[in-house]
C-alpha cells in the first residue's frame, strides 16, 4: 500500500488528524530514528488529542455561555470584594457535578456573578461534563414558547440534561403562578440528579418571598429541592461607598 492510499484511508475513516500527522512523520528525517510502536503511538496521541479538543469546542459552543473564555485563574481577589478563595478552589475540582450539588452565586449587579459562574461553566466542559447557561427570562420565554407549540418534553430535556446548569439573574423578576410551575418543572427533574448554578442579585434568604411566599402553593416545593446542600458564594464589597462594577473595572472580560 502505498502513502497515499494510507492517507486517504485515514481520512475517509475520519482519522484527519492521524493522517495530516503520518504525512508529516513520512518528512520528517528523525522520525526514522524512532520504532514504529513509538511514531504509532504519537500518531494516536495527535489523533486523540485533536478529538479531545474538537469536544470541548461543541461542549462550549452548545454551553451558550455569555463570557466564553471566562477563568478561574484569572479572578482578581484583590479587586474590593470579599470571595471565598477555598469554595471557589474546591468547585474548580467538579467534585459539584459528580454530587449534584448546586451553587449559590450572589452580589449586586456588577459584582462579578456572571463571570464567575461562567468560569465555572468552562471549567466544567474542561473536564467534559454537559453545560448549560441561560438567563431566568430566556428560559421561562423557552418554556412558555414550548407550552404554546404543545413541545414542552423536548424542551425541557434541553435544561434537565446537562449535567450543570446555570440560570443567571435567578428571580430578578418574581415569577407568575404559571411561570412558576414551568420553572418548577425543571428543578423538581433536575433535583439530587444534576447541579445547577443560581445567580442571583438577592440572597437565598431572599427568595421565599420572590417566588410568592406564603401565596404561592410552590414555593417550599421550589425552594425544597435546591437550598439543601449547597455551596453559597456571595460576593460583597470591602468598601460599599467606594463600589466600582466590575464590567467597568474589566470591560466585562475578567471578574
Known amino acids: 500500500m502505498t502513502d497515499e492510499a494510507t492517507r486517504s484511508k485515514l481520512i475517509e475513516m475520519r482519522l484527519s488528524a492521524m493522517a495530516g500527522a503520518f504525512t508529516s512523520q513520512q518528512s520528517d528525517p528523525r522520525m526514522k530514528e524512532l520504532s514504529f510502536e ?5 500518531l494516536v496521541d ?3 488529542c485533536q478529538r479531545k479538543n474538537n469536544a470541548l469546542k461543541r461542549l462550549i459552543k452548545n454551553a ?7 477563568n478561574l485563574v484569572d479572578i482578581n481577589y484583590s479587586a474590593g470584594r470579599k470571595l471565598d478563595r477555598e469554595t471557589i478552589n474546591r468547585l474548580a475540582t467538579c467534585e459539584y457535578l459528580n454530587n449534584a450539588t448546586n451553587v449559590f452565586i450572589t452580589g449586586a449587579t456588577g459584582s462579578g456573578k456572571t463571570y464567575l ?20 427570562p430566556d428560559l421561562l420565554i423557552d418554556l412558555q414558547t414550548a407550552v404554546e407549540n404543545r413541545n ?26 404559571e411561570e412558576e410551575k414551568l420553572l418548577f418543572e425543571v428543578i423538581h427533574k433536575r433535583a439530587s440528579k444534576a447541579a445547577t448554578i443560581f445567580c442571583s442579585q438577592y440572597r437565598p434568604s431572599e427568595w421565599y418571598d420572590r417566588l ?4 404561592s402553593p410552590l414555593t417550599d416545593s421550589i425552594l425544597d429541592r435546591i437550598i439543601h446542600n449547597a455551596y453559597q458564594l456571595n460576593i460583597e464589597s470591602t468598601d460599599p461607598e467606594k463600589d466600582i462594577s466590575m464590567r467597568e473595572i474589566y470591560n466585562s472580560v475578567k471578574l
Do not use: H
Open 38 to 42: 513509538e511514531r504509532f503511538g504519537i
Open 46 to 48: 495527535i489523533e486523540y
Open 64 to 70: 451558550d455561555l455569555e463570557q466564553n473564555t471566562a
Open 117 to 136: 459562574a461562567c468560569a465555572l461553566g468552562c471549567e466544567a466542559c474542561k473536564k467534559f461534563y454537559s453545560t448549560k447557561f441561560i438567563r431566568m
Open 152 to 177: 414542552l418534553t423536548k424542551v425541557l430535556k434541553q435544561y434537565t440534561q446537562p449535567v450543570l446548569l446555570i440560570i443567571d439573574e435567578w428571580l430578578l423578576l418574581k415569577p407568575t403562578a
Open 212 to 215: 410568592g411566599g406564603t401565596a
